[in-house]
């Protein structure tokens, strides 16, 4: 108790060194959340600045995942899908008070498809203005074309913003908020913009602040230090339902935690000893007892919001540890005096990276530690940053990963199934040392397909995941938003792209 005493003493001082300061406590909303942001570049650190609404794209995700015209007025398709011209909305200024048209659309488009990130799948052949509207040619057809124009990466930014060499320097978008602090990677404040060409906000000001601990951040929301604050631990929950002043605020998203291995290492490169592995996690236990959310199991990769992706039919394998042990025995390995798997002389044992920015990853990390071991495989539980992931996938240490991944940073599935799939080595949060030709000629048979086949192909593509098992999901995701009773009209965006602070205002 004392240790948790000292962590949110330590919290609280954090949070007054970074030098939190309400310009205006009844009209300034505070949000608290566990990520950091490093830059302005919008491929690396995007998602905060169109959350915080100071960058908007050509369209954006609804709540039911339904793709809608944002700064692009329209757009309009060529019966072969290789051109695609869209219209740019009048009246719109970026916060520099510079005039949005098809030009700067297309100076902020060319500078991001500079950098990696998704805009990269499309096979663009050229780009280019058209009086009002902004054309983009395509050498094939891509089907999510317009969800990858959503994705933060792609919001439109004045070309004021960017110095010589296209690097984000003084970030100028459209949206409702403007940014007046920037002071990676803690705080940023934002401002609204009086001349938004949309509908006003009410509250004027937004502060988000970073607070790795969980307990900290828990703390100041039952202090009122912080109006929402996003991604709880399960252990807070029951706490903050208590509060009088707050109210919990749980949705399903589109996000899965799984386990990322590397399936060329030499006890993974199998796919039985991978349904080995799947067969001996307590799936139900982790549901019920660390993230705390009933039926969250997932023997799947994608969850019931994604429909055209779930498998209703799916065969769910519950924990089953003898069969596991009879896959195990099937691929050489022997349990040794010490109850540990051996086989040629080693013993099955692997380092499982994970992080603590989501406070219930290290939790489940070592209940799989624990569950694992019962049929003989050791695990090291090594606790680091995010970015440690990708750099182990890129210069490929990782043996084995544990990671909440989202399936909705892109509203279709079917550019981040791409994306892993273009190459074998895979991809940062994908799997990694796997590929599989039936999963290529499916999702290729998708870029080209039409709404009435969609469906079919990308339940092959599920089952096809589902069957070798090249990532190992545990847990289907619940965000928990403690919401302050001030805080009226709180709106929730299951896709994490927006937090939709304009269309909320404060109890008067």
Not at 380 to 407: C, G, M, W, Y
Request: charged content about 20%; aromatic content about 8%.
């Amino acid at each position: 108790m004392k240790n948790v005493f000292f962590a949110i003493s330590v919290g609280l001082l954090a949070w007054l060194f970074l030098g939190y300061q309400a310009i205006d406590k009844d009209n300034t909303l505070v949000i608290g959340g566990p990520f950091e942001f490093t830059s302005q570049d919008l491929s690396k650190d995007g998602y905060i600045y169109t959350r915080l609404q100071v960058a908007e794209s050509l369209y954006e995700v609804q709540p039911d995942g339904a793709l809608k015209p944002k700064l692009a007025r329209s757009s309009e398709v060529s019966s072969d899908g290789l051109i695609w011209r869209f219209k740019i909305r009048d009246g719109v200024r970026f916060h520099n008070g510079q005039l949005l048209d098809a030009d700067s659309v297309v100076t902020s488009l060319n500078y991001a498809l500079q950098k990696p990130g998704v805009l990269n799948q499309i096979p663009l052949k050229n780009l280019y203005a058209e009086q009002e509207s902004v054309v983009l040619e395509l050498s094939e057809p891509f089907r999510p074309l317009l969800a990858v124009l959503s994705h933060f990466s792609a919001a439109i930014l004045a070309p004021g913003s960017f110095d010589a060499e296209g690097q984000v320097v003084d970030i100028q978008g459209t949206g409702p908020y403007k940014a007046s602090v920037i002071a990676p990677p803690h705080k940023l404040n934002v401002r609204k913009f009086a001349d938004y060409w949309g509908e006003a906000p009410m509250i004027e000001e937004v502060h988000y602040l970073t607070g790795h601990r969980a307990e900290s951040r828990a703390l100041q929301a039952q202090s009122g230090q912080a109006d929402l604050i996003y991604t709880l631990d399960p252990a807070s929950i029951d706490l903050l339902n208590r509060a009088e002043n707050l109210r919990v605020h749980s949705e399903s998203i589109p996000r899965t935690v799984l386990l990322k291995l590397n399936n060329e290492h030499r006890f993974l490169d199998s796919d039985r000893t991978r349904q080995a592995i799947s067969l001996a996690l307590d799936r139900t236990g982790i549901s019920q007892h660390i993230v705390r959310v009933e039926n969250s199991e997932a023997y799947q990769l994608f969850p019931p919001a994604l429909s055209d992706w779930h498998l209703e039919d799916l065969n769910t394998n519950d924990r089953n540890l003898d069969t596991a042990s009879a896959l195990l025995k099937s691929q050489g390995w022997i349990l040794n005096s010490d109850n540990l798997l051996q086989r040629d002389g080693e013993v099955f044992g692997l380092t499982l990276v994970t992080y603590a920015d989501r406070p219930e990853l290290t939790v489940i990390a070592t209940a799989i530690q624990a569950q694992l071991r019962e049929v003989g495989i050791t695990i090291e539980v090594s606790v680091d940053n995010s970015s440690a992931i990708p750099s182990k996938h890129h210069d490929q240490t990782l043996e084995l990963a544990l990671v909440a991944r989202s399936f909705g940073t892109i509203s279709d599935p079917l550019a981040i199934l791409v994306d892993d799939a273009k190459t074998h080595k895979g991809s940062d949060w994908g799997h990694m040392n796997w590929s599989s030709q039936e999963l290529n000629q499916v999702l290729g048979e998708m870029m080209r397909s039409d709404d009435a086949s969609y469906r079919e192909l990308a339940q092959k593509a599920s089952t096809i995941l589902a069957e070798e098992m090249p990532v190992i999901p545990v847990v289907f995701y619940t965000q928990q938003v403690s919401v302050n009773e001030r805080v009226q009209n709180f709106q929730f965006d299951p896709f994490e792209n927006n937090y939709r602070v304009s269309e909320m205002y404060f109890a008067q």
